[in-house]
């Protein structure tokens, strides 16, 4: 088996497109999306559709007991070269230990999938071992937020597509780290894309998606690094004028996120390279600091900090803390007039 530790979702996806199946794939993690790409891709493809109806079992666990798995598991194919057994909601199964004595000798001939969402399984139990032991133990981590536009750009680039660094980081503010719903919001670019020009844009963005290729959250980052008080005051007094476009409070955890990553940036030791800053955030490549380079120029270290103090106050705020009435749009515009003032 490979090495447990430097499974990736892509490895896994490439060793099942060559037909490769391992005995056991325990998929554990927060992000769903990795889970049912994998579990589902087995369903369909490990079998012939004339071999599912006897091959083919999906049980979960909330339903049925580990002994249960162990003995389906241990069960030969009908008229088959292989059986797959599906556990879904693994992480309501107890007594694990039936299962890893199964996986101390599993079936040649048996694809066991275990999907354990929202956690991950004790490894101290024995359980882990065994399956690391007989098989594939991945963990589907949720993606970071400076992942998402490489994440929008290979999916797309998969389906034949392009965009620009722009629209990636428009989608990825506005649709956030869900995975399942971001694949929904570019699928439906795909489609709306002609056979004869397949970039996504700005515009489309706007088009498909609905938001707005001036009034958004890349544009509002963009205005403050620059220190644009005009452009700035427009966007939150669109969003405050316009609220079936999004929610204002959605741009805090951006600016949250900007104005933390500025503050790591003022500790590193060259940090008039702008190679050297993105290497000390870990950004993609060195164009994505360069507003982090105009961010030190435009702010000192101290504001920085005040900043970010006063973004925790307001997200208090907006919860309802320490203010009885005031509306989402003027806490925005406080916030905005103390990031320039």
């Not at 909330?62 to 693994?90: F, H, L, T, W």
């Not at 981590?141 to 620009?164: C, H, N, T, V, W």
């Not at 955890?253 to 290497?279: D, H, K, T, W």
Request: hydrophobic share 40%; glycine share 4%; net charge positive.
């Amino acid at each position: 088996m490979a090495d447990n530790k430097n499974i990736t979702f892509d490895g896994i996806m490439h060793d099942l497109k060559a037909q490769k199946y391992a005995p056991v794939y325990y998929l554990m993690g927060e992000e769903p999306y990795y889970i049912d790409k994998i579990a589902d891709y087995i369903a369909e493809h490990a079998l012939k559709p004339e071999e599912k109806d006897f091959n083919l079992t999906v049980m979960f666990g909330s339903d049925v007991g580990a002994s249960q798995i162990a003995d389906a598991a241990r069960r030969y194919p009908m008229m088959a070269e292989r059986q797959v057994v599906i556990v879904k909601e693994a992480q309501n199964l107890r007594n694990t230990d039936l299962i890893a004595a199964y996986l101390a000798k599993p079936m040649a001939s048996t694809v066991l999938v275990m999907c354990h969402k929202n956690g991950t399984i004790d490894r101290r139990k024995k359980l882990a071992a065994a399956v690391e032991k007989a098989g594939v133990l991945f963990e589907s981590k949720k993606l970071k937020e400076r992942d998402l536009p490489p994440f929008i750009e290979k999916y797309l680039k998969q389906r034949g597509a392009s965009i620009d660094q722009k629209s990636q980081q428009i989608i990825a503010d506005s649709i956030g780290a869900d995975l399942n719903r971001l694949t929904g919001e570019l699928e439906k670019l795909l489609l709306a894309l002609p056979d004869d020009n397949r970039r996504v844009t700005p515009v489309v963005v706007e088009q498909q998606i609905g938001v707005s290729k001036d009034f958004n959250s890349f544009e509002l980052r963009d205005a403050i690094v620059n220190r644009n008080i005009f452009k700035a005051n427009q966007i939150i007094n669109y969003f405050d004028s316009n609220p079936k476009a999004g929610s204002i409070y959605a741009f805090l955890p951006m600016l949250f996120n900007y104005f933390q990553n500025l503050m790591i940036a003022f500790y590193c030791p060259q940090r008039g390279s702008q190679e050297a800053v993105a290497q000390w955030l870990e950004l993609r490549s060195p164009w994505a600091a360069k507003d982090y380079m105009t961010g030190m120029k435009n702010f000192s270290a101290t504001k920085v900090l005040q900043i970010i103090y006063k973004i925790r106050e307001i997200d208090a705020k907006s919860k309802g803390i320490n203010n009885p009435n005031t509306a989402p749009g003027e806490l925005m515009k406080e916030l905005i007039f103390f990031i320039f003032h």
